[in-house]
T-cell receptor, first 116, second 110 residues
């Protein structure tokens, strides 16, 4: 597609429920990233995919968080047993990959998650 | 990584050029200057980036000083839709853990 597409755009869930957030990166982009941004806070890196593998999962805050990417394209971020502190905007981004001429990262509009 | 310093806010009249400064005095030779912006409730939007030379695209121009210690983002004809927080960051080619500082809140007024 023309840009990074995320769904759902808004999600309200009850504490303890599982949620899945989907990301469709820019066509041809091999690198995909998940970040989150809490209200009034900065960006928090979660995970980086190169193709279908995730060489850097260091930002996932707990084992309740997981992500996968299939076919080198669509990615799903899953949060199990959601907690109120998980409420945030979850941003997916993609890039053509890490190379010596720079790594321009393009963001989606985000999935707003509210845990009540 | 080098840090950047930006003014916290600035106003601009609609239709006029907006010049946004950024200091990055400790930038390394392999670090690019990137500009992003974030309009309220939206994801960050890439604007432009450069290494040494001045750059221009359909959105903006980027002027980097010869010593690379500072840069200026120029929005040539600001519109109300350009009201946003603008972030200047320095980034190596293999960076992906982006970290935005406070940025400059730009308000375009009619």
């Amino acid at each position: 597609g023309a840009g990074v597409s995320q769904s759902p755009s808004n999600k309200v869930t009850e504490k303890g429920k599982d949620v899945e957030l989907r990301c469709d990166p820019i066509s041809g982009h091999t690198a995909l990233y998940w970040y989150r941004q809490s209200l009034g806070q900065g960006l928090e890196f979660l995970i980086y995919f190169q193709g279908n593998s995730a060489p850097d999962k260091s930002g996932l805050p707990s084992d309740r968080f997981s992500a996968e990417r299939t076919g080198g394209s669509v990615s799903t971020l899953t949060i199990q047993r959601t907690q109120q502190e998980d409420s945030a905007v979850y941003l997916c981004a993609s890039s053509a990959g890490l190379h010596r001429t720079g790594n321009t990262i393009y963001f989606g509009e985000g999935s707003w998650l509210t845990v009540v | 990584d080098a840090k950047t310093t930006q003014p916290p806010s600035m106003d601009c009249a609609e239709g006029r050029a907006a010049n946004l400064p950024c200091n990055h005095s400790t930038i390394s030779g392999n670090e690019y200057v990137y500009w992003y912006r974030q309009i309220h409730s939206q994801g960050p939007q890439y604007i432009i980036h450069g290494l040494k030379n001045n750059e221009t695209n359909e959105m903006a121009s980027l002027i980097i000083t010869e010593d690379r210690k500072s840069s200026t983002l120029i929005l040539p004809h600001a519109t109300l839709r350009d009201t946003a927080v603008y972030y200047c960051i320095v980034q190596r080619s293999n960076d992906y853990k982006l970290s935005f500082g406070a940025g400059t809140t730009v308000t375009v007024r009619a």
